[in-house]
Structures are given as structure tokens and as C-alpha cells.
């Protein structure tokens, strides 16, 4: 479900796209030209590495603004790839600045979005820096107030707390067999 500040911005980007997996949407030092407005599926932000390695620097999943920082800079860091089919909304990038700037309450709920973002990261950042499966795993689930997701969705907090799928399933089974 879309909140109410991307609806707003949805209303402005027009209509959206479809766009088959593995599709980049834009690479590594390209020009920001566009902001991305993941309605439905997934987006990952990759940054490719001098020593060839890539870091997974965000999953944008629905309702999520890609590369948020991006508004600010004159090329993208990154490179995004849509890893799930999905419907991604566009806006201008001056027309996203001029939104704001006319804007106080969209401008106020950026800034407060921009907020929620920086201690989503600091506190995934907390979690990856304990050393062991069961204390990162505690972590993530104090984060997320408590619960695991469904099954089908543990692969996706292996990749977040940075570790295998394989060792999430024997932490896992683990603290069932006690």
C-alpha cells in the first residue's frame, strides 16, 4: 500500500511502467536526469566495486523512492537493476525539486522520510557489526519489533543481516529444538 507522500508524488511522475527483471534502469555514473517511484516489485541499488566486488546498497521495494540521495548529486553512485518485475513511476528530478520547494508538507514529509531512512540504516549497520548468526538475528528481530516474517521471506533477512540463507536456517532450527 502506497502512503499518502508517494501517492502524492505519483499523482505528479504520471503514469508508470513495467519493467521485466533484470532491466537497469540506470547505471553507475550515469546523470541523474530522473527520480524512480517503486510502485510494485523490487529495485536494487548496486555499486560496483574498484576491486571488481559489488555492495547491495538498497532493495527498493513498493513505495519506495530509489536512490534518494540522488536528488542531490549530478550522477548516480549506483547502478539499479529491477531484480522482480515491477511498476516504477518517473518524475524529472527538477520537477521532484520544484515539487518541494512549492510544497511545504510534501517538503516536510521528504525530510522526514530522508529521516526514517538514516535510522533504518544505523540500525542495520548496529546489527551487522555483532559478530555471530544468533546475536544478528536477535537484532533483527528486535528491530522489527519482535516477529519473523513468513518462511517464504527468511531469505530476504539472511541477505539483510549478511549472512547465507543456509546459516539463517540452522540458527533457525536451532532455537526450534530447544
Known amino acids: 500500500m502506497l502512503d499518502d507522500f508517494i501517492k502524492n508524488l505519483t499523482i505528479h511522475a504520471g503514469t508508470s511502467r513495467l519493467h521485466e527483471k533484470d532491466t ?3 547505471f553507475q555514473d ?15 541499488l548496486i555499486r560496483h566495486q574498484v ?6 546498497l538498497q532493495r527498493a521495494r513498493d513505495g519506495s523512492v530509489l536512490a534518494e540521495a540522488s536528488l542531490y548529486s549530478d550522477q548516480y553512485h549506483c547502478g539499479a537493476v529491477v531484480r522482480q518485475p515491477s511498476e516504477i513511476f518517473i518524475l524529472p528530478k527538477a520537477a521532484f525539486l520544484k515539487l518541494l520547494r512549492g510544497n511545504e508538507s510534501l517538503s516536510t514529509a521528504w525530510a522526514a522520510r530522508l529521516a526514517r531512512e538514516v535510522q533504518s540504516t544505523r540500525g ?8 555471530t ?9 528486535a528491530w522489527q519489533g519482535g516477529e519473523l516474517p513468513p518462511r517464504g521471506q527468511w531469505r530476504d533477512v539472511a541477505l539483510q543481516i549478511g549472512v547465507s540463507p543456509e546459516a539463517l536456517y540452522r540458527e533457525l532450527a536451532s532455537r526450534r529444538s530447544v
Request: glycine content about 8%; aromatic content about 8%.
Open 51 to 56: 576491486d571488481g566486488n559489488t555492495t547491495i
Open 30 to 44: 550515469d546523470p541523474v536526469q530522473i527520480m524512480y517511484i517503486v510502485a510494485k516489485g523490487m529495485v536494487e
Open 24 to 26: 537497469h534502469l540506470f
Open 124 to 131: 542495520l549497520l548496529e546489527i551487522l557489526s555483532r559478530k
Open 133 to 141: 548468526v544468533s546475536q544478528r538475528l536477535d537484532g533483527w528481530i
